[in-house]
């Protein structure tokens, strides 16, 4: 740890003091923050000591909860799909598969969510982002129903408002935002109702020009670090989905002309 060498100890690891001396504390104050005394520490002062014992990221995060403080933002996984994920798309077949960063940026998917929901465009910044074109985009929202709009818009809002908030601070979150708010009236007015809600599970119908009306559970698994996201899109019990999704699965991604 740095620290010059002292007489034996019975017990092994450090002395409360040198802590103290590490975290840049006095050893008073570090004895109250073990004991659960004095006013509430601040995340900086919990900062401290987390680095002093060289925690972990979990380690440090469980430090703050008990402390009663919000867990600083974690490192975040970017672009990059771990290869388990990717493994597991292409073991899914007949079943589409997305994987989405917290932000709503198609990071992967499978042939047969390709099938389902097309192509994604990267050329622009913000071009593989779901939020960003459903308002964006009347072509995304031609792929569902009229009445059910009002619905979809309400669930992207509630949700990346949720991603943002756990990413405080960081410039593409502020970015997307930004760029959403300045381009479409109807996500700045719902932004400014500050609703909250993390897209766990949700039933969506997409109007599909080849198969007709898919009606889809979406189930969400999160990936470890919570940033990335596994959406696999399921026949609801008793539908005919499964039936369209095989029709899908023989057509794939050829142009033809769906019947009238």
């Known amino acids: 740890m740095g620290l010059p060498a002292g007489p034996r100890r019975r017990p092994p690891g450090l002395r409360r003091e040198e802590v103290a001396q590490l975290a840049g504390m006095s050893a008073d104050y570090y004895v109250r923050l073990e004991q659960g005394g004095g006013p509430q ?18 380690e440090s995060h469980h430090l703050h909860l008990l402390a009663g403080r919000r867990p600083p933002a974690g490192r975040t996984c970017g672009d990059r799909v771990n290869a388990g994920l990717l493994h ?3 073991q899914l077949p007949t079943t589409p598969v997305q994987v989405l960063s917290d932000l709503g940026d198609v990071l992967a998917q499978n042939a047969m969510a390709e099938a ?14 779901i939020v960003w074109r459903w308002f964006t985009d009347p072509a995304q929202r031609a792929a569902c129903p009229a009445d059910e709009h009002d619905y979809y818009s309400r669930l992207h809002v509630a949700d990346l408002r949720a991603s943002v908030s756990r990413r405080a601070g960081d410039p593409a979150a502020t970015r997307l935002v930004r760029r959403l708010c300045e381009s479409s009236e109807e996500f700045g007015a719902l932004w400014e ?16 020009p080849l198969i007709g009306p898919v009606d889809l559970d979406c ?3 999160l990936a470890p ?26 057509v794939g991604n050829g142009q033809f002309t769906p019947a009238t």
């Open 193 to 208: 109702l500050h609703e909250v809600a993390v897209r766990r599970n949700s039933r969506m119908r997409v109007l599909h």
């Open 41 to 58: 520490p601040s995340p900086e002062m919990l900062a401290s000591p987390a680095r002093a014992l060289r925690l972990s990221e979990d």
């Open 225 to 250: 670090r919570g940033d990335q996201r596994v959406i696999l899109y399921t026949p609801p019990v008793g539908s005919d989905t499964g039936e369209r999704l095989a029709l899908l699965k023989v």
């Open 116 to 129: 389902l929901l097309g192509g994604v465009c990267t050329v622009s910044e913000h071009g593989r982002n």
């Open 88 to 90: 597991l798309l292409d």
């Open 219 to 221: 189930q969400v698994l």
